[in-house]
Structure formats: C-alpha cells, structure tokens
C-alpha cells in the first residue's frame, strides 16, 4: 500500500465475526486434500466455480466433510493456515464455527 489510507487501514486491528471453518480452507490444501482423494484438478476447478456457476457453499463443505478430511490434522491444518491468514491481514478476533456433527468421523468420540 502506497497511499496514507492504505497503510492506515491496513494497520487497523481487525475482527472477523462467525466465520466458517470449512469455508475459510486455502484452496491450495483443498487441492492436495482432493488429490490425495483421488480427485482431479478439474473437480477442484468446478467446486470453486472458475469459468461457470459453483454449485454452492454447501456442497463444497459437504465434500470437505464426506470425502476430503480424513482425520483431525486435517482439520489442525485447516485451523492453523486459517489463524496465519487472519493475522497476515490484521485479525485480533476471529469467532470461528464449525460443524462437529459433519466432522464426527475424525475424532473417537465416546459413545
């Protein structure tokens, strides 16, 4: 930033209210995650909607929950690149959410 304002604002601490996990993953992990899943960088291209409408937000975390994470690193990871992202721009508080229910699979819950 060149600007006076920019810098400004830049330098500003920022809040980031209610963000969802599942919805704040890099889309260079959510690549590698696919490829280990065998899927293609096509399918990825499609999800994120590149040249044609995407099939939405749900669908997305719907395939991040049922096919792309397979155990609670992945999700560490996921937690861990989001918080640099955040602190890169300036974020101080983050309300972060996501769906324990859609992640059950990766942890030993006790029954």
Same mark, same amino acid.
Request: hydrophobic share 45%; charged share 25%.
């Given at each position: 930033p060149d600007a006076p304002l920019e810098r400004f604002c830049h330098a500003l601490p920022k809040v980031d209210?209610?963000?969802?996990?599942?919805?704040?993953? &890099? *889309?260079?992990?959510? !690549?590698?995650? /696919?490829?280990? /899943?065998?899927?293609?960088? /096509?399918?990825?291209? !499609?999800?994120?909607?590149?040249?044609? &409408?995407?099939?939405?937000?749900?669908?997305?975390? &719907?395939?991040?929950?049922? *096919?792309l994470l397979r155990d609670a690193n992945d999700l560490h990871r996921i937690t861990y690149e989001h918080l640099q992202d955040q602190a890169a721009h300036g974020v101080r508080h983050s309300e972060v959410f996501w769906n324990p229910t859609g992640t059950a699979h990766l942890f030993p819950y006790a029954k």
């Open positions: 209210l209610h963000v969802h996990l599942l919805g704040a993953v &890099r *889309r260079e992990t959510f !690549a590698e995650f /696919a490829a280990r /899943a065998g899927m293609t960088s /096509a399918d990825v291209d !499609a999800l994120y909607g590149t040249d044609t &409408r995407p099939p939405g937000a749900i669908a997305v975390l &719907r395939v991040l929950e049922q *096919r």
